[in-house]
């Protein structure tokens, strides 16, 4: 969802921009849409990707947490009637939502991982540093913020949480720095905690990103089970997908995409069967995919910063039945034991 329906590490910080889909052409190319298809946009957002699938003259199934999404959307649904439907919700969920709306395969699915351009330029919704606004950062508005998690978590818990979903090397010194502070005074504004991170991080004269971008990534990864959605939703797209059905996921920093090339290097191989059927079992792949993911090109990294980190990678359905997949699989990070996460 980067600057179109997302952002990415560095642009957490940013000021407006206008509404870009990132990789768009690289992901109409990749769908090959002709007309009539059935596409789910699983990370609907400002409707740049649906907008562009709609041109094309397929059919969306437009999903997403936000309500604020789906209500600004409304204009969009009145002009194509009824070839574009929303609805609420999370697109781990996207297996259930497709059956109740749609109740057949589909063609394409389209994930664009992340926070919205939208959800970034509104102060209210605690996603920027640049504007002061209420540490917030639930997608839904439902569940704990990020104020909760940063006044409440255990300091080892909330060092475990910068430093892996942010990948920050000084998330020891800043879960500490933060202990010290709440213990005086909680935390209630993104400036607030923006400031305090930057006193402790510091800024190279160079370094064009914020101090504070890392541990607001990971604030906001724990905050909506960012991880979590992402490798429900890859198994859910497997299950709702026709053979020869395409999947398309842009992702924007490095854990997305390990989970997402995991799960495509998995299904494009054939496997061993359960041990308990014969020996000479194999699942048939369940997925063609060249497993190369595809960068945003100069031109459009320089006009849009937020596809500077963006990567894109697709995959082709066969006709072999869905695998049953735990999460475990994905081997995401080790954050189930802390309290708070998933709103």
Not at 189 to 208: C, E, I, N, Y
Request: hydrophobic share 45%; no cysteine.
């Amino acid at each position: 969802m980067m600057a179109g329906n997302g952002g990415g590490e560095a642009p957490v910080g940013g000021g407006p921009v206008r509404h870009i889909p990132v990789l768009l052409s690289e992901v109409l190319d990749a769908l090959s849409l002709e007309g009539g298809e059935q596409v789910v946009d699983g990370t609907f957002g400002a409707g740049g990707y649906s907008s562009a699938f709609l041109a094309r003259g397929a059919n969306v199934l437009g999903i997403d947490r936000d309500p604020a999404a789906i209500a600004g959307a409304a204009d969009l649904v009145a002009r194509f009637a009824p070839r574009l439907t929303l609805v609420e919700g999370r697109f781990g969920d996207l297996d259930a939502l497709v059956a109740r709306a749609i109740r057949g395969p589909v063609d394409a699915v389209v994930l664009d991982i992340g926070v919205s351009s939208m959800q970034i330029d509104e102060a209210a919704r605690g996603f920027s540093f640049q504007k002061d606004g209420p540490l917030d950062m639930r997608m839904s508005g439902k569940g704990p913020s990020a104020a909760d998690v940063v006044n409440q978590l255990k300091v080892s818990d909330l060092a475990r949480v910068i430093g892996i979903l942010g990948e920050e090397r000084h998330a020891g010194r800043i879960a500490r720095a933060i202990d010290a502070r709440r213990s005086e005074q909680s935390f209630e504004t993104t400036l607030d905690l923006a400031s305090l991170v930057g006193r402790v991080v510091g800024r190279a004269p160079k370094d064009r990103i914020d101090p504070a971008t890392r541990t607001f990534q990971a604030l906001r990864i724990f905050v909506n089970d960012e991880l979590g959605e992402l490798a429900r939703a890859l198994v859910a797209a497997e299950h709702v997908l026709r053979p020869g059905g395409r999947l398309a996921v842009v992702t924007f920093h490095s854990l997305e995409d390990r989970i997402v090339k995991r799960f495509f290097r998995d299904r494009a191989e054939t496997a061993e069967g359960s041990r308990h059927l014969p020996a000479a079992h194999v699942l048939p792949a369940v997925f063609e995919s060249d497993q190369k993911a595809t960068a945003a090109s100069p031109r459009e990294s320089a006009e849009n910063p937020r596809a500077r980190s963006a990567k894109l990678r697709f995959g082709r359905r066969t006709e072999a039945a869905p695998r049953a997949t735990p999460l475990s699989f994905f081997d995401m990070p080790s954050l189930a034991a802390l309290p708070g996460s998933g709103a």
